[in-house]
């Protein structure tokens, strides 16, 4: 069959309740969005048969697919398998293979397999197996035809994720017939609403490409998303929206593409560049070291950084005069540079840049509200600070978020030659 | 009228496309799983006047109250106020508050108004208006008889989450007859099956307080849920579940209650204690120092950290012995004790905690496969190291995560005098 429409359905009390934050949803819809399959609704339920039932009739009632994910654990309130298997009117029966990979697993580990371990090996009649090499719950999909087809995949993202890459990608590949290509245009410095001022008449106007903005983490991304017969026609016309874009007047603002954030950009320039960065974090707290490593591959150009919360660490650790500190305050431009220095010293690294501020709720004074940041960059040619104020009324987590960013920033900028306002 | 079920639904096609995360709809949940609320649906749509439509009609025909997130921006595709007036057969009309507040919004911030931000104006007839002191947008609270209630709430969280809390929360106060109460124990070291197998029955059982479990980031929690007339009587139902499972055998597992996070339950304890602590970290790159500076007040208790990515920085800011690096690598149990006492000497904390490991996705070895991570914890009365061995095909945000997570819960556990395997 032809698959262009698919519904979301993740299932689990845990959600409902908001224990934990829906991040398969966005995996999954821009995994579909991928494959040139739209998604126009998304769902949540408990795990509560009678509602994932009716949740299921609905979303086979309106797309040609139902992606579910969670509820194939072992425990008594895992009821994905049973209540898919009941929409298509199929019994469960055991799958061998599965039951002997799930004791295997368990063998593998060392560890105890509970008798509820081998519910997870039951699998609706007919249906494909989807192998988890991550845990113990395989995946399922069903196919009738007249009704559609229903995945169904595990809960935990280390599981999903790669289930849908290896397995549900190649299945679905040979059930769709055209291609989506999504581009993002990552920009830093331009706000949501100065964007939509200038570009407009262009996002009302698109179709194919469509052109739109969003919001993340203090930064602006314009997506181009076009459909084609194959990836080479789609690829075209996103080369065609894109060239558009960066001879208008929020060029200046485009820091990359598709580079999924700036420390992921910057990472990799830096290598190329065959140049390293130390970071020297007060109010960020080990954020801006955090982003780094999350790249992999960072050790080849991250030596390392040092958290300096208290001013006897900023003095004994980066070498900040202490007459700077008690003259100025850890809070001011002097201490930036020293701090960023001091770190580029200790680390023999060709860059250092710091971050002192105060990110909240506490220590704002009326010279120094919440919100007020000092950010330091250090090279062999010299020091400079820039002084960020963030809105006083953003939480602690917001106002660490974009410091974070305006530092990295600051580094992407002096490599790619941008000037800073 | 008396509220007792709603429905979340959340509008906009950059949730549907996965270009962010919603996380407004575990924040909604659980603020109105607080309030005595029961959520059985969420939904998402995208910003598409019929299909927003059709999810706010079977929102309101099967909850007392439908609560929406998004749409209620400046841009041509933010229509969620439309639709919503459209519901109730109702016109949009100006309130003349909002604008006045809009343009002064803008004038505050000596930045121009554009045309497009007079829309966010606009209010359905006989609404409520809810306050928004973080944006333009303001928030709309619709109530008739017979349909239900519905509240239209700005998309960013950092404007959703205030106005809920201050708007929201007292609306709806008035419009309910009970109390839920929610208490989260937080465990570590136990796993959700062997957890399950532990309490099945008990969980089985539960009715009010209802008892289940869940996962995340590595960790288990145990939800106890109860209902009561008023907070005294909820209260009164979870002490007793708790104090059931403090002498069930999951009892050693326990490490908080509500505490949010195991650096959210660790900062305040050594603040009582009067400690402080230092982090020397490799492979978790910084990540540890970030989640306890995550926690307000962190100050008191972290003078800071240092993030050894490189050999050089752990012999010259640490004081690791070269000949220590060079004899055992730098992932090795000597190199874990000399990183956790060079930090604490050089901060002069009186813990020094430490990770060095393989997070991956490269650098493994047969000897040394991905997931290996030493823990090293040093306090004046000597030094100690942990090895861990976290699972090879884990990806390297989990491994980071775990290797974080035992790191600090080692520093919990010794102060509260655990024992670790």
Not at 86 to 92: E, P, Q
Not at 212 to 236: H, N, Q, S
Not at 290 to 304: I, M, Q
Request: proline share 6%.
């Amino acid at each position: 069959m032809n698959i262009k429409t698919a519904e979301i359905l993740c299932v689990g009390t845990e959600l409902l309740l908001g224990d934990i934050v829906n991040t398969n949803a966005a995996y999954l819809a821009r995994a579909l969005a991928s494959m040139g399959i739209s998604v126009y609704h998304q769902a949540v339920v408990g795990d509560n048969p009678e509602r994932l039932r009716e949740a299921m009739e609905t979303g086979l009632s309106r797309a040609d697919l139902v992606i579910t994910s969670g509820g194939l654990g072992p425990t008594c309130d895992d009821l994905t398998k049973e209540t898919a298997a009941a929409c298509f009117g199929r019994k469960l029966v055991c799958h061998e293979p599965s039951l002997a990979y799930i004791e295997g697993f368990f063998a593998r580990r060392g560890k105890e397999m509970t008798p509820n371990n081998r519910k997870q090996a039951m699998m609706p009649e007919g249906a494909y197996v989807l192998a988890n090499p991550h845990g113990t719950a395989p995946g399922v999909a069903i196919e009738e035809d007249g009704r559609g087809v229903m995945i169904l995949l595990p809960g935990p993202p280390r599981e999903l994720i790669p289930m849908v890459e290896n397995e549900v990608r190649p299945f679905l590949a040979a059930r769709t017939d055209c291609v989506l290509l999504s581009r993002n245009l990552h920009l830093f410095g331009i706000g949501e609403s100065a964007l939509e001022d200038i570009l407009r008449e262009r996002m009302e106007a698109s179709v194919n490409p469509t052109l739109a903005p969003y919001c993340a983490d203090g930064e602006v991304r314009l997506r181009i998303t076009a459909r084609g017969k194959d990836e080479a026609e789609a690829a075209a016309l996103c080369d065609g929206e894109e060239k558009f874009l960066r001879s208008s007047p929020v060029a200046p603002y485009i820091y990359g593409v598709d580079v999924g954030s700036i420390e992921a950009a910057l990472v990799p320039l830096l290598a190329e560049r065959g140049l390293t960065l130390a970071t020297a974090e007060s109010c960020t707290g080990g954020l801006i070291a955090k982003r780094l490593t999350d790249v992999p591959g960072a050790s080849a150009v991250f030596p390392g950084g040092v958290v300096s919360y208290a001013n006897e660490v900023k003095a004994k650790v980066l070498g900040v005069d202490p007459d700077t500190l008690a003259a100025h305050g850890a809070v001011s431009e002097p201490v930036a540079m020293q701090m960023a220095r001091g770190v580029r010293l200790a680390t023999g690294a060709d860059i250092g840049i710091s971050t002192t501020g105060i990110a909240g709720p506490g220590g704002g004074t009326p010279e120094k509200p919440v919100g007020t940041v000092w950010l330091g960059i250090s090279t062999p040619e010299g020091e400079r600070a820039r002084l960020l104020s963030l809105d006083p009324r953003a939480d602690r987590k917001y106002i660490r978020t974009c410091a974070a960013s305006h530092a990295l920033y600051g580094v992407l900028a002096l490599l790619q030659g941008i000037e800073l306002s």
